[in-house]
Nanobody, 121 residues
Framework: QVQVVESGGGLVQPGGSLRLSCAAS????????MAWYRQAPGKQRELVAI???????NYADSVKGRFTISRDNTKNTVYLQMNSLKPEDTAVYYC???????????????WGQGTQVTVSA
């Protein structure tokens, strides 16, 4: 099962910006809050940002003030605008329904390939 497709990653210098896109199926996009997660090599997958159907947002402390999540309900697309990027932002970024990682694991959700973000001078 593949319900989301992430794109927009790449190599960027510290302080630079990237905009990630997540094309989701209507069945998930129209029902659930959507979120961006990331996973660095050897690290646990972590929640980065989440947006509700109504547009309310929350962010991990590590990205607050630098990242902005948004959604286009007409296009079934979630975006993550990343500014002032730091080397520690380097990770594979994934899009999925919002929720704790434990909940998602228990539900057997499918993760896409993600999109690689590399921040390096």
């Amino acid at each position: 099962q593949v319900q989301v497709v992430e794109s927009g990653g790449g190599l960027v210098q510290p302080g630079g910006s990237l905009r990630l896109s997540c094309a989701a199926s209507r069945s998930i996009f129209s029902i659930y809050p959507m979120a961006w997660y990331r996973q660095a090599p050897g690290k646990q997958r972590e929640l980065v940002a989440i947006i509700t159907i109504g547009g309310s947002t929350n962010y991990a402390d590590s990205v607050k003030g630098r990242f902005t999540i948004s959604r286009d309900n007409t296009k079934n697309t979630v975006y993550l605008q990343m500014n002032s990027l730091k080397p520690e932002d380097t990770a594979v970024y994934y899009c999925n329904r919002g929720g704790t990682l434990q909940t998602l694991q228990n539900m057997g959700v499918t993760w896409g390939q993600g999109t690689q973000v590399t921040v390096s001078a």
